[in-house]
Structures are given as C-alpha cells and as structure tokens.
Nanobody, 127 residues
Framework: QVQLVESGGGLVQAGDSLSLSCKIA???????VGWFRQAPGAEYEFLAS??????????RYADSVKGRFTISRNNAMTTVYLQMNSLKPEDTAVYYC???????????????????WGQGTQVTVSS
C-alpha cells in the first residue's frame, strides 16, 4: 500500500518562500512523483514532476512556476520536496503530491497519470 503525506503548508505573505515535503511509504517501484495544486472550484494544476534516478531523473515544470519552484528528492525517492519562492496570492491552493509506477512520455504529466495521492496541504499567500 503506497501512502503519501504532504507537510509544510501554511500562511505566508506575497514574496515569501515555503518548502513542502512529501513522504512516501510502501513505494517500491515508484518511478515518478509530481506536485499538483487545486484552487477552490478549479481543476488539478500540474506544477512539477521528477523521475527516479535509475530512469534518468527527469524534471519537468509548468510554465506558471518555472523559475520560482524547484522540485527535488532524496536518492531513495522516499521524500520529494517542492521549494517555492517569490510566492504570489494566486499560488493559494491545496497542494498535493502524487506518485506513479509508470513514466509519462515527452510531455508534462496530468492528474490521471498518477495512481497514488496524498491528502494535500493548504498554502495561503496573502497580498
């Protein structure tokens, strides 16, 4: 049973930084982890993804966060991080990490690509 637990969310001011963590348990053969967010009334929005080292460790970012957010992992792929800098009020959402035993092709992932999801952590950015 794969379990993901996010932590690190909170209330910050515009321009601040925040670091989210995603701890993965039971994750044998997890090859890809992604971060998504969902604002009220909106769909899941892809933010960043990372593959395991043994399949190339490829990183992908959504254009909306490129240059501000950085995804990283430990070697064992049991913890994945999302460093968020220069936060804006429009970054306010519930942030989720998700894991998959498959790797998508040459494109940014979408929510249906992932089989396992955490419970989410709230990030609120005030102006």
């Amino acid at each position: 049973q794969v379990q993901l637990v996010e932590s690190g969310g909170g209330l910050v001011q515009a321009g601040d930084s925040l670091s989210l963590s995603c701890k993965i348990a039971g994750g044998t053969f997890i090859y890809a982890v992604g971060w998504f967010r969902q604002a009220p009334g909106a769909e899941y929005e892809f933010l960043a993804s990372i593959n395991s080292e043994n399949i190339g460790g490829i990183l992908r970012y959504a254009d909306s966060v490129k240059g501000r957010f950085t995804i990283s992992r430990n070697n064992a792929m049991t913890t994945v991080y999302l460093q968020m800098n220069s936060l804006k009020p429009e970054d306010t959402a519930v942030y989720y990490c998700a894991a998959s035993r498959l790797v998508v092709g040459d494109r940014n992932p979408i929510a249906p690509d992932y089989d396992y999801w955490g419970q989410g952590t709230q990030v609120t950015v005030s102006s």
